[in-house]
């Protein structure tokens, strides 16, 4: 059985010849990277994820040059599970985000940024609840014009943020940090899918035990049927998986 890497440090492992990081404390190891002034890109990467960066170059490379990436999904849990051999836990985007927002200080302001008009901030309401000194300077929409951008952005720079939590869908949220974060080189950029409906009360997250039993994809699927489309990339993605494991026996 292969061991986590300490809290202090990130281990590497790779699903599809993505790379993977793997700690026992994601937030702290982020926390650490912001309080010393060095900013981060969090991808949470998931079967689709893989199956999207396979047939897009620019996603790959994207996936490949960011500073954490978490293994978010039983797709992912299970590859390395079953054909690696390895015990590494899957870490939901949703709970990730949720544990970043409940450890940083009054001193250090969020922006919650994405999503339908009023999500956002029923999603910003539902952690000013929870958490009373929770800073979040910033709420907005994710439907802004071009000509509405500039003066997002010159707001994004005045509250020099800590974090910044983007909920624009996959792959659009990880582009838009790709190409805006050199606005706030310091802060942590994190893509948080739809992580605004469930806390905005809009949709609502499957279970526990469909998630302790690596079924939280049904249960989404039960509520949109209309993803059914999407969740071909799960078959698809064990597939490439055991092709992939037979054309390199040798990879992490």
Not at 56 to 74: F, H, K, T, W, Y
Request: charged residues 20%; neutral net charge; contains cysteine.
């Amino acid at each position: 059985m292969t061991v986590l890497a300490d809290s202090n440090s990130l281990g590497k492992r790779s699903v599809l010849g993505f790379p993977v990081h793997c700690t026992t404390d994601y937030p702290g190891w982020l926390l650490t990277q912001i309080r010393q002034g060095q900013g981060v890109h969090v991808v949470t990467i998931n079967a689709e994820m893989c199956m999207q960066g396979e047939t897009d170059p620019a996603l790959r490379q994207l996936i490949e040059s960011v500073d954490l990436v978490i293994p978010d999904g039983a797709g992912i849990e299970l590859y390395f599970r079953f054909l690696k051999h390895t015990r590494v836990k899957r870490y939901a985007g949703i709970e990730f985000a949720g544990d970043v927002l409940s450890q940083l200080r009054p001193t250090e302001p969020v922006v919650f940024y994405g999503g339908a008009t009023g999500v956002a901030e029923k999603a910003a309401e539902y952690w000013r609840q929870r958490l009373p000194d929770l800073n979040i300077a910033l709420v907005q929409h994710g439907y802004l014009s071009a000509d509405q951008q500039p003066d997002f952005e010159a707001r994004l720079q005045a509250i020099r943020p800590a974090a910044v939590l983007v909920g624009l869908g996959v792959p659009r949220q990880e582009f838009w940090i790709q190409s805006h974060r050199h606005l706030l080189p310091q802060a942590a950029w994190i893509g948080v899918g739809g992580s605004f409906d469930i806390w905005g009360g809009v949709k609502e997250r499957a279970p526990r035990w469909f998630c302790d039993n690596h079924l939280e994809w049904l249960y989404r699927l039960y509520q949109e049927p209309w993803r059914w489309r999407r969740m071909l990339a799960l078959p698809k993605f064990v597939w490439r998986s055991l092709v992939y494991q037979v054309q390199h026996p040798r990879s992490e």
